[in-house]
């Protein structure tokens, strides 16, 4: 449901140090399992609290990030072999429990970035302590933010590098020779000039009583066998062809029953009057549990749960008035009027004054749903005070405290287990499915899962934000940009899921992408407006960046068709101290053909975006029928994320990317009508499909800086290329997207 | 009683005579390779042989079953053996995987009605949804399954 949850609303005292204290507590909800380092069990010996070496040679990761597709198993257990001194394959991925040593430090910083526009630098005294609180709540067990491999590029390596250590001083022990002349690889430890070598399952239990190093080293780059390497194969790949990979869905418990949902279907409604004599009677049934803002019910199987579920009688309250499209469209605009600085640079207000040329234009973007594959679903046992929780997140920290508060147990009585999750894209970051079950589990006394239909999936989603960007620029009398303002309309998604950013300045998911410009532009100004209303909104793949890449990746080509200049040609000459984001451009237009002619009907339309440290250009090539029949024949992008951990990983990621924000592009809308959602499935919430997919090529730049992120930042280059190029064909500017709502077809 | 073969097995269920077919696999035989994804046949998430037939296993309800002969993806091969999930992994198809299932049966039932699918055909029967959008690999796998032979 809409609005701040009491269990995450800050507790400010009286707005002092000790509030933002017991602020800071509720959001960083901590869970110390006893750390398991230097124990044995029966197979063998933990030499990390994330990493399990088996008396039969096994090394085991025991990850904290979840994996959702996007390769974290794999990225993060290449990082700990390649130290290590394993192969992948002697290697095997597992879901730990929640626990603090998880934690991902990495989206902790990602709040301080300069890009989040604080416009404060790094501010000490009060403010200083302020901000660092802030970063310390955000630093929860959490896969989001392109982070996972950010956050353990250097923590999963150094974890390798001390067990590789432990293992060793073990081996030489044995042998009694020094540290110095042994080496670990392949799983074994050798002493070269002896010839002797011992397997790592044969040390593991000795290796486990020894003291990890003081000083850590890790291997120089070019020693690097795995790390980079084409031949690395994804961990999860075999399971995923044959069945076996356990999702959320096919968690299965002894005497379990199961739970259809219906969710009030007006936001901010809630249940007024239910009928369940019909329901109660049908065969299999073993309760109806009703809240304010759900009636659930629980058979012996799936089926007889919905089908009993569709024979409820049931009244909802309407929600809020003015919780519609067109409503809030019109929010939207009033709000832009009054939208507040975030960032200037110069002065643009005078410079806009003073140009030759001036143009603007306004962009509109709809709500969008994550829709992942697997439908939202959750799985709970309870056991006494004890709580067990299978579920497909991923947010260990906030799941674990929010069942722990629907429970009335500590969080510490929460057991969490992580299962593959179908599909992410920022809705498992939300615990609303979790709670749900808990609450049902509480009245059935039996293992429950409860599993959401698509239509309750489509219509009470966390939506990517409605939004309207207004874009202003100057050209002077050379054609040469000299002024632009991007003022961005939305509702914040960190109010309710993180209000403690709003302790140091606004919300930064609603204006990230417009800040912080690579442009040599000399005077720039980026504001933000907030509106508020019912419709609960949330993290969607790349969150802001979806929203402002594409206002100002297509206002910048507005301004280059001003300037009389090509498109690349107007971005290379704004971005001369941008080095990596030329030669980004360059790439992807040598290796699409950019400058090529084009028949009749076709074009090609370049966008670039830096988002979540990593920067995407992309070139895509669009044919446009006379009926507006639009195919997207191909898309080439250039990547720069840093160090690449994994070439095919980032490969699938980019392209995954592409062909979700495309289904955004085509298609993507949600609707709004009297508080409810008029979209419920697959038909009337369409997405790309195979005959729709284009050819996608995607070239890495080699590089040496630390690792950026993947999962995320080929999404936002996508919509803009793609709508420049359709102005390249038809001479019709694109400022509000789906496609379908612009007389086009696909 | 409803009498079946799955994957090569004769099994019996007992269900209301409207239960879908993805829910007799699921809940009533124990085989959760088979995953729901829409409910109304939209998606594919769900497809199983039937015969040699791909259909939506949401939408094929237990009454039509009696007698009737089921692959789901557990029946293809236990090692990824079968060429098909070798094809996919030579191409490193999955990403979260949860429409792969039904992915590749519906590419082993066009293998098997057309051992050498151009791109049309491929573009006509794979109408799967996949949402970490793998197409192009779906497409690249299909094709070297193809030359390698069913």
């Known amino acids: 449901m809409s609005g701040p949850r009491p269990s995450r609303r800050a507790v400010l005292i009286g707005g002092g140090a000790l509030g933002l204290l017991v602020g800071v507590g509720v959001y960083a909800a901590s869970r110390k399992p006893p750390s398991l380092a230097g124990t044995l069990d029966a197979d063998g010996a933990y030499l990390h609290d994330w990493l399990h070496v088996g008396h039969d040679g096994s090394v085991t990761l025991r990850s904290g990030q979840s994996e959702m597709g996007q390769g974290a198993f794999t990225g993060v257990a290449t990082l700990i072999a390649e130290e290590l001194g394993c192969r992948l394959d002697q290697m095997r991925v597992e879901t730990g429990p929640a626990a603090d040593y998880f934690k991902n430090i990495g989206v902790g910083r990602e709040v301080l970035s300069p890009n989040h526009g604080l416009a404060m630098g790094t501010p000490r005294g009060f403010l200083g302590g302020v901000v660092n609180f802030v970063a310390e709540a955000a630093t929860q067990q959490i896969t989001g933010g392109s982070s996972t491999i950010v956050d353990r590029y250097d923590r999963a390596r150094a974890v390798g590098a001390a067990a590789r250590q432990m293992l060793i001083q073990a081996a030489a022990k044995s042998w009694g020779v020094p540290v110095g002349e042994c080496a670990a690889e392949d799983g074994a430890v050798a002493h070269t000039s002896t010839k002797r070598s011992l397997s790592f399952g044969a040390l593991c239990e000795s290796a486990a009583k020894e003291t990890p190093p003081a000083h850590i080293e890790l291997k120089a780059r070019e020693a690097w066998k795995l790390i980079g390497s084409e031949k690395v194969a994804r961990v999860d790949v075999p399971a995923k062809v044959n069945g076996a990979a356990k999702y959320g869905i096919d968690v299965r418990r002894p005497g379990m029953v199961f739970a259809a949902i219906a969710n009030c279907p007006a936001f901010g409604g809630s249940l007024k009057r239910l009928d369940d004599s019909k329901a109660a009677k049908m065969p299999g049934i073993v309760k109806v549990v009703s809240r304010p803002d759900f009636v659930a019910v629980v058979a012996d199987t799936t089926w007889r749960a919905k089908r009993a579920l569709a024979a409820l009688d049931i009244v909802w309250s309407d929600g809020p008035e003015g919780t519609d499209s067109p409503s809030i469209a019109k929010a939207l605009a009033a709000a832009l009027g009054a939208a507040g600085k975030v960032e200037a640079k110069g002065d643009f207000a005078a410079a806009q004054a003073g140009a030759t040329k001036r143009i603007s234009a306004e962009y509109s973007l709809p709500y969008l749903a994550h829709a992942t594959m697997e439908p939202m679903n959750c799985t709970v046992e309870i056991v006494g005070d004890r709580v067990e929780i299978w579920a497909p997140t991923q947010a260990q920290s906030v799941t674990v405290a929010d069942a722990a508060k629907a429970a009335s147990v500590s969080s510490d009585k929460v057991n969490l287990h992580t299962t593959y999750l179908g599909g992410g894209f920022g809705r498992r970051l939300e615990s609303d499915f979790v709670v749900q079950a808990v609450e049902i589990a509480k009245e059935v006394g039996k293992p429950v899962q409860l599993l959401w239909s698509r239509e309750e999936d489509i219509q009470h989603d966390f939506y990517r934000p409605m939004a309207l960007v207004r874009a202003e620029g100057g050209l002077d009398s050379q054609g040469r940009p000299v002024a632009l303002r991007l003022a961005t309309a939305s509702q914040s998604i960190l109010a309710r899921v993180f209000p403690p950013i709003t302790w140091i300045g606004p919300d930064f998911t609603q204006f990230e992408g417009t800040v912080g410009l690579p442009y040599a532009i000399p005077n720039t100004r980026a504001e933000v407006a907030t509106i508020s209303n019912a419709v609960p909104v949330g993290n969607w793949r790349s969150v802001g960046h979806s929203l402002t890449a594409f206002a100002k990746e297509s206002f910048i080509d507005e301004m280059a068709e001003a300037a009389g200049a090509d498109p690349l040609d107007f971005r290379l000459a704004m971005l001369e101290q941008q080095p990596r984001l030329i030669a980004l451009l360059k790439l992807v237009a040598q290796k699409s053909g950019y400058r090529d002619k084009t028949p009749a009907g076709r074009g090609r339309g370049v966008a670039i975006h830096t988002s979540f440290q990593s920067a995407v250009a992309e070139v895509v090539e669009v044919s446009v029928g006379d009926n507006g029949a639009l195919k997207v024949e191909r898309v080439v992008a250039a990547v720069d994320c840093g160090t690449v951990v994994n070439p095919d990983v980032v490969r699938a990621q980019i392209e995954g990317a592409i062909v979700y924000g495309l289904s955004a592009a085509l298609f993507g809308k949600i609707t709004l009508r009297n508080g409810r959602v008029e979209q419920s499935n697959f038909p009337d919430y369409a997405v790309v499909h195979m005959a729709q997919a284009p050819r996608i090529e995607v070239h890495i730049v080699e590089s040496s800086e630390p690792p950026g992120g993947v999962g995320e930042p080929g999404l936002p280059p996508l919509a803009p290329a793609l709508a420049n190029a359709i102005h390249k064909v038809t001479g019709k500017r694109i400022r509000s997207l789906p496609l379908i709502d612009q007389g086009f077809t696909a | ?150």
């Open chain 2, 1 to 150: 009683m409803t009498k079946i073969t799955v994957n090569g097995v004769e099994r019996e269920f007992d269900v209301e005579p409207d239960t879908p077919l993805l829910w007799v696999i699921r809940d009533h035989l124990g085989l959760t390779g088979t995953k729901f994804g829409c409910g109304v046949a939209a998606c594919g998430a769900c497809t199983v042989l039937l015969g040699d037939e791909p259909v939506r296993s949401c939408s094929v309800l237990a009454k039509a079953l009696d007698g009737a002969s089921i692959t789901t993806i557990e029946g293809l091969s236990n090692d990824g053996s079968h060429p098909v999930q070798s094809a996919w992994i030579a191409e490193q198809v999955p990403q979260c995987g949860y429409c792969q299932s039904g992915m590749i049966l519906a590419a082993v039932a066009l293998l098997k009605a057309k051992p050498k699918p151009t791109d049309a055909d491929i573009d006509e029967a794979i109408t799967n949804i996949c949402r970490c959008g793998t197409y192009g690999r779906v497409r690249a796998a299909i094709h070297r399954a193809a030359e390698a032979g069913l």
